[in-house]
């Protein structure tokens, strides 16, 4: 007997649960509920029609109801909405929103997918103002650019720091408008951490964003907001981008279970409380196979798997869910940004022991005109060395090194393996060692206390407190730019220099990415000195680490000058 499956909400997680379907069993009636008008559409890709690189918006629409029902045989029916499910008698309430008539559909299973809603504060004074938007679907990107051309904007204030935020930043500005970008929290960007995060901080503010950190919004008017300390920003029109909350309220309403991080909860299957009733994506809580706790993560990505294993349950084909990591990656200007797995601000909250590597080699041979430094952070348990997570940061392919960090996450692999890895090379894609060779290397020594660190979060302090500091670049290297009270001790003399070092005190070392540094330690331990650290991250990550905050709080320098190259 043909099954009649209804699916509540289209885009990633709906549309292909719809479609699975119908690959599954061509005799089954399928229909997508979908109350916008488009029902698969390029989410992550409508900030990019603000600045043109996305010049139609009609193109954002990947599929309308007519091809979904010549294709794939699915009935999908935008503008309308499912306001109630009956579960006793398994039928749903639908709204036309065009005409204002319900009606009711049964179902033998049941999909829901209504996704997570912009986050729109009521405390916030003016938040309902004409020139407030948000970002959703193609409608609401559609009409931020109407808005913005339509009445000659100049001035765009952005709320918030996350994906969302920082691509709709961009995007405005490219499109050559003023940009201010307000976060609450003193970073953007909350899967990377603070160390990492100030090298997309500079690029903001390098690319003339007014980067406003650590403050909040409290009113919006027609042409400034606000902020909680009492500086006021010019904006004629606002883009709140804070974050989302999943659409559970249909769930709710009809008795289904919802989980401890507010989405609905499902099993390893995706089928909630209802055995009757799968969901997926940004509206459900997930397992993180790193915590082991319930999580939420709305990205493509996951959606679509759900999709797809939701859709075989129903069939009663078996299901692996492999829990969710969080692998992710966007463009900010000049920089790319990738980061998977726990962040260290996770493994502090989860109680994980951990440790971390923060190297800078270049991303391909340095003698290649397009080679650049790629800032490398890798996250490792102790003392197991299984792979916890690594972000990347650089102007060449940052994603290619957290897909490979990815899949060692999945494959519980450890340093051990990661150092073991063979991978492609050529001068003008990588180094014979990769960086994420590298990096398995170093955590590797430190693991196993070959050498002691300390990471640039603490070098302020350490010259605040006079302490001794090496560095190991050659004069030339040096006079560019160095600590301020750190002693040049170029690698090519130490042997020579040698009784110039204190034996009895901590000894920091120092150079551009590690390399010599670390040379030096390893030189240095076999005369017999053992109060060596190394400076994780070295001149050129320490650079990255103090600019921003030195600009915008005036702070002394601890560097005389800063070197980004």
Known sequence: MSKRILVVGGVAGGASAAARARRLDESAEIIVFEKGPHVSFSNCALPFHLSGIVEDVDSLVLMDPETFKSQYNIDVRVNNEVVKINRDKKTILVKDL?????????????????????????????????????????????????????????????????????????????????????????????????????????????????????????????????????????????????????????????????????????????????????????????????????????????????????????????????????????????????????NEKVCKANGISYDFVYIIPQDMVGLMPNSNPLHFKLIFEVPTGKILGAQAIGRGNVDKRIDVIATLIMMNGTLEDLKELELCYAPTFGTARDVVNHAALVGLNILNGVFKQVPVTKVRELVENDAYIIDVREKDEYEAGHIINAVNIPLSELRQRVDEIPKDRPVYLHCRSSQRSYNAIMALQHMGFDNLYNISGSFLGLSYYEYFNDQVTGRKKIVTEYNFK
Request: charged share 25%; proline share 3%.
């Open 98 to 342: 065009n005409t204002g008539e319900e009606y009711e559909e049964a179902y033998d299973k049941l999909v829901l997918s209504p996704g997570a809603s912009p986050i729109r504060p009521a405390s916030i004074e003016g938040i309902n103002n004409e020139n407030v938007f948000t970002v959703r679907n193609v409608v609401d990107i559609d009409n931020i650019n109407t808005y913005i051309k339509g009445n000659n904007i100049k001035d765009v204030a952005v709320i918030g720091g996350g994906f969302i935020g920082l691509e709709v930043a961009e995007n405005l500005r490219l499109a050559g408008l003023n940009v201010a970008l307000v976060e609450a929290l003193d970073q953007v960007m909350a899967p990377f951490d603070y160390d990492m995060v100030q090298i997309l901080h500079k690029e903001l503010m390098d690319q003339g964003v007014d980067l406003i950190l650590s403050d909040a919004v409290k009113k919006i008017g027609e042409d400034h907001v606000e902020l909680q300390s009492g500086r006021q920003v010019k904006a004629e029109a606002v883009v709140l981008a804070i974050g989302v909350r999943p659409e559970t309220k249909l769930a709710e309403e009809a008795g289904l279970e919802i989980g401890e991080t507010g989405g609905i909860k499902v099993d390893h299957n995706y089928r909630t409380s209802d055995k009757d009733i799968y969901a997926v994506g940004d509206a459900i809580e997930v397992y993180n196979r790193l915590t082991h706790k319930p999580t939420r993560l709305a990205l493509a990505g996951p959606a679509q798997r759900q999709a797809r294993s939701a859709a075989d349950h129903i069939y009663n084909m078996t299901v692996r869910n492999n829990g969710v990591i969080g692998s992710s990656v966007v463009q900010v200007f000049d920089m790319n940004a990738a980061c998977t797995g726990l």
